[in-house]
């Protein structure tokens, strides 16, 4: 199987990336064979900015054990855990949730959020290309954000999601909730260059045929060569490219979506903005 064509996993502080042994940033794909390395460099460049490297030929020279593939028989079943946290879910708690993210209640529901009381923070469901909860993202007050253990990555949308003319792509929960509350038909990714096969298959199984990605205005990364790198504006045309469909890019003139919100960004506004971009082919 193609390096392109396995699940890749964002490396935490628990497992560093086996190149760089740095928490952030870097790539690995979940069968253990390859690592996408964002500061050590290869022979082979890839799309998001890093470089691949085979992992298989040498474990003893990376140092670490990689994690199986996800697999559901053996993962945690997250659409169960979701359920019980959401059968204990209080209307309240999203009413002072949406006031802390500055979103609309009605929106933050949709996403059905639940409150994880073992981790001590609010959990979203991360759902597969089919629509079922395949992991738990949580948030904390403070805004650290992890995953419940045993996760497989998703993406972050409405249940019964149904798509009008175009379908936006935000990156993570809380941008999703800004974009449904402007009225927007939105998706979220687990992160910058995350969520690709779920999306490409959520895209599929709607019949998708043009998409708008909304781009965080993330700080440049350097990279060894001494190029520079845009995480969430490369992150996004990289993911556009691979769905092969029609694409335009949303940057914001903000942080990110929920903060131009915050700074009174309206529906007129953004439609503005996106009609201003230019539409490309996959």
């Known amino acids: 199987m193609a390096a392109a064509m396995r699940q890749w996993v964002r490396v935490t502080r628990q497992e560093p990336c086996a190149i760089c042994h740095k ?7 979940s069968d253990g064979q390859f690592a996408c390395c964002m500061r050590v460099e290869s022979a082979r460049r890839v799309r998001n900015g890093g470089w691949l490297h085979r992992l298989a030929a040498a474990p003893a020279e990376v140092g670490r054990t990689l994690p199986p593939p996800c697999d559901r028989k053996l993962a945690l079943d997250c659409g169960a855990y979701h359920a019980a946290l959401r059968r204990r879910w209080d209307w309240r708690w999203c009413d002072g949730f949406s006031l802390d993210l500055g979103v609309d209640m009605a929106a933050l529901e949709a ?5 994880d009381g073992v981790n001590e923070a609010f959990a979203f469901p991360m759902r597969n290309g089919d629509g079922g909860v395949c992991g738990i993202r949580l948030r904390a ?15 972050f949308f409405e249940r019964d999601l149904s798509v009008r003319d175009d379908l936006v792509v935000c990156e993570g929960p809380t941008d999703t909730a800004a974009a449904l509350t402007l009225g927007l038909c939105a998706v979220g990714r687990p992160s910058c260059s995350g969520g690709n096969d779920a999306l490409a298959a959520l895209v599929r ?3 998708v045929r043009r998409v708008t990605l909304v781009a965080d205005h993330d700080a440049p990364h350097r990279r060894p060569d001494g190029s520079v790198w845009y995480p969430g504006r490369d992150g996004a045309a990289a993911m556009a490219r691979a769905l092969r469909r029609a694409w335009r890019m949303v940057m914001p003139p903000a942080k990110n979506l929920r903060a131009w919100l915050h ?9 503005a903005l996106a009609a201003s971009a230019t539409w490309r082919l996959g």
Do not use: H, I, M
């Open 263 to 271: 700074e009174g960004a309206t529906r007129e506004q953004f439609d």
């Open 23 to 29: 928490p952030d940033w870097c790539t690995f794909t």
């Open 111 to 115: 996403l059905e959020p639940a409150y």
């Open 141 to 155: 007050r403070n805004g650290r954000k992890w995953s419940v253990r045993g996760s497989c990555e998703g993406l």
């Open 205 to 207: 199984r709607l019949g």
